[in-house]
């Protein structure tokens, strides 16, 4: 997704309309026979794939399980893409629909029609986050969690043959990078208007670009998640230079293409989905967690705070590193949890504090303020 940001003002985001839909009953149970599979209120968090289209031939041997199959097997890919770096994808990639179905817990049919002797339909499918996370940790690959981040893009295009730039005026990447969008994108990314006073700041520092901070720029736009991309292109080779600021993590990425012409469509979309899934990348190794690996944290608070108590179960239910906790200690005076995260502890005290929970660090048992 590509936002265009004027300077000082507050970006507007529309939230998605969610679609109540029926459930074909039926075919759930066809479907899923010798599988447990429930179609009540779920109870257990899950991963959305949503959009999910199929199609097959309207004929003799039309089978719409079969059909249903294959979507569920897109829905798979989807939700692989959405929560695994690229490198891993070759370990699941040969998994059977027996034990994709296992890893649902409820699917709907958004839309299906006959149309010229053809069956269209449009799913939406439920992982259990649970089940899913462990038949992934089973293979040995670490899931990261699928959350939205909105990012301050600033692309510039150095031609290094001539030593002209553009910022954002026909800048071909600008004008391009919004049109190639996958279902799995995590990213959006929020372009500012071009202004005379950027463009100096740029034009200003071209002979050092790569050390440049941009910071002036983005002051500006109060963003504290940003990517700059600095492309370097001559004749025969397309350079991309990127510095990547995600939750305070800075990173800098290198990429070549060579033998690449950004005025071919196909060339220019091949580079721009390549880099895209690089920055998806960054950011899914931001939010991995892996279950084998928790880090055991405890947490004290009086024993008679029932309200307090309460508080916090209902936030470690919801946090998404918290892998499991327990009750260590039950005494008089004070109850100890026993919490097993799949994440840093700087980051559990920042997701911890969006339930309005404060914990004083001092001693090493965690204390519930």
Not at 266 to 291: A, F, G, H
């Amino acid at each position: 997704m590509l936002i265009y940001l004027m300077p000082y003002n507050k970006v507007m985001y529309f939230l998605k309309k969610n679609i109540s839909n029926c459930l074909y009953i039926f075919f759930i149970f066809l479907t899923f026979n010798f599988i447990e599979f429930s179609t009540k209120e779920v109870l257990a968090k899950t991963f959305v794939v949503s959009k999910i289209e199929v199609e097959e031939k309207y004929n003799l041997s039309f089978n719409k399980l079969k059909v249903m199959d294959r979507g569920f097997k897109k829905a798979f890919q989807d939700i692989s893409q959405m929560v695994l770096e690229r490198k891993d994808f070759d370990k699941i990639k040969n998994t059977k629909i027996n034990d994709i179905k296992k890893l649902i817990e409820n699917f709907s049919i958004l839309d299906e029609k006959f149309i010229n002797q053809k069956y269209k339909s449009v799913m939406e499918v439920e992982f259990n986050r649970k089940k899913l996370i462990k038949f992934l940790d089973s293979k040995n690959i670490s899931i990261s969690l699928p959350k939205k981040i909105n990012v301050l893009f600033i692309p510039v295009v150095i031609d290094l043959e001539t030593n002209n730039f553009n910022y954002l005026n026909e800048n071909i990447f600008a004008e391009n990078w919004g049109s190639i969008e996958k279902n799995y994108f995590q990213i959006s990314y929020i372009i500012p208007n071009e202004d005379a006073e950027d463009y100096l700041s740029i034009k200003n520092n071209l002979e050092d670009i790569e050390n440049y901070n941009f910071q002036k720029i983005l002051n500006k736009y109060y963003s504290e998640n940003f990517i700059i991309m600095i492309i370097f292109k001559s004749k025969n080779n397309i350079k991309f230079y990127s510095k990547i600021n995600f939750d305070d993590k800075f990173e800098i990425l290198s990429k070549n293409f060579k033998d690449k012409n950004i005025n071919n469509q196909t060339d220019l979309n091949s580079m721009i989905i390549n880099i895209k899934n690089e920055y998806e990348d960054k950011w899914k190794s931001i939010n991995k967690m892996s279950p084998s690996t928790s880090v055991p944290i405890r947490l004290s608070l009086e024993s008679n705070n029932t309200e307090k108590s309460l508080k916090l179960e209902n936030a470690l239910d919801n946090l998404d590193f918290v892998n499991s906790y327990n009750i260590e200690k039950f005494g008089s005076k004070i109850i100890v949890y026993k919490v097993y995260y799949s994440s840093s502890p700087k980051r559990f005290l920042k997701d911890i504090l969006s339930y309005d929970i404060s914990i004083d660090t001092s001693s090493s048992n965690w204390k519930i303020k």
